[in-house]
Every structure is written in structure tokens, then in C-alpha cells.
T-cell receptor, first 114, second 113 residues
């Protein structure tokens, strides 16, 4: 399978716990995005990387959210001290090139905070 | 901040009828992308438009980018049940050198057989 993969697919956690999600982009894709999507809404931008450099981070993100892409390949998104409002689908997407190009989305990680 | 709005929010059509969704940005866009998300699925890229007034066709789907590059539309001719899903437009933040995309609010299409 050469698509974008995400792990885990589902995560249930208690409020206050930390969670970490992983995204493996399509090989050779230099750009990687993280989005959050709630029911009935469009994907909401969280952050994106060009290779290993984090170029943009949404102001909507509090300091509880952090993302890394240490070697320009896979990426992790960590949420510290989870809150019920963090419950959502977390989508990863990757794209190739320096200019605007299509984004390939992974299946997402569904987070439920109880 | 920059906003991307879509209308209508929902559309129910009989199979065989046409469907159109409209996308409007508060700022000029350098390009616009369209995605389709099936129920329970993830967004799948449909097309990217770059030029002012550009029109592209994919079988029964016709995409248009406005002359002012602030609006776009997707038209489906003779809908089929396989067209069911939510259609999103997405445009980059209006700042040179960034590829941060803002997604529209989406139009959910239901096709009645």
C-alpha cells in the first residue's frame, strides 16, 4: 500500500491524559499536513511541514498540541492534558512538490476523550 | 481572518438531476482545490484550478474558477448515487510562499434513487 497511513485509527482516552498519533506519508512527499475535523465540518488546518521544517501552525492550537517530523518522513502529533473538546477526527495529508499540489489524505485517527 | 464559504450546506436531488455547489473566498486565491469525502471516509482530491476563468471537466463534473479568483463552482450533470458525499473547496492562505490551505464549509449531497 503506497497511500498515507495513520496509527492508531481509533483512540479513547480519559480527560487529562496525553495522546500521540503517527502519520506515515506517501514516500518522497515533502509536504505533510495535520488537520482536525469534527462532525459536519470541513478539515481545520493545524500545522504543516516542508520536509522536517514546521512552516505554519494554526493560532487555534494551544500549547497542548505539538507536532514533529524529525527526519522529514513520518510525523507525530501529540496532545497533552486532553480535554473533551479535543474529541475529533485527526487527519494527516501529504503532497509532493514546491508549488501548490494535491493533498493525499490518510484514513484519520478518531479521538474520543471521556 | 480569511474565510472560505460554500453554499448550499445541504442538497438533496433525485438521481438524474443536476447539482451545483458554490465556493466563495473573502480574499483572492492563487489556486483552488476541490475534494470529495464519502460518508465515513477521508477527503479525496478531485481537481486544482489555477487560472482566472479556468474551466475543467471530468466526465460529468465541471469545475470553474471565477474571473476575480475569489469564487469557484462545481457542477455535476445527471447525478448518480455514487456522487453521494460532501464536496469541499480549499484555498491557500493569502500570503506569499505559504501552502496553508483553508477548507470550505462543505456541501453535503444526497442522491435519491
Amino acid at each position: 500500500d503506497t497511500g498515507v497511513s495513520q496509527d492508531p485509527r481509533h483512540k479513547i482516552t480519559k480527560r487529562g491524559q496525553n495522546v500521540t498519533f503517527r502519520c506515515d506519508p506517501i514516500s518522497e512527499h515533502n509536504r505533510l499536513y495535520w488537520y482536525r475535523q469534527t462532525l459536519g465540518q470541513g478539515p481545520e488546518f493545524l500545522t504543516y511541514f516542508q520536509n522536517e521544517a514546521q512552516l505554519e501552525k494554526s493560532r487555534l492550537l494551544s500549547d497542548r498540541f505539538s507536532a514533529e517530523r524529525p527526519k522529514g518522513s513520518f510525523s507525530t502529533l501529540e496532545i497533552q492534558r486532553t480535554e473533551q473538546g479535543d474529541s475529533a477526527m485527526y487527519l494527516c495529508a501529504s503532497s509532493l512538490g514546491l508549488a501548490a499540489s494535491e493533498q493525499y489524505f490518510g484514513p484519520g485517527t478518531r479521538l474520543t476523550v471521556t | 481572518g480569511q474565510q472560505v464559504m460554500q453554499i448550499p450546506q445541504y442538497q438533496h436531488v433525485q438521481e438524474g438531476e443536476d447539482f451545483t455547489t458554490y465556493c466563495n473566498s473573502s480574499t483572492t486565491l492563487s489556486n483552488i482545490q476541490w475534494y470529495k469525502q464519502r460518508p465515513g471516509g477521508h477527503p479525496v482530491f478531485l481537481i486544482q484550478l489555477v487560472k482566472s476563468g479556468e474551466v475543467k471537466k471530468q466526465k460529468r463534473l465541471t469545475f470553474q474558477f471565477g474571473e476575480a479568483k475569489k469564487n469557484s463552482s462545481l457542477h455535476i450533470t445527471a447525478t448518480q448515487t455514487t456522487d453521494v458525499g460532501t464536496y469541499f473547496c480549499a484555498g491557500p492562505l493569502s500570503r506569499e510562499g505559504t501552502y496553508k490551505y483553508i477548507f470550505g464549509t462543505g456541501t453535503r449531497l444526497k442522491v435519491l434513487a
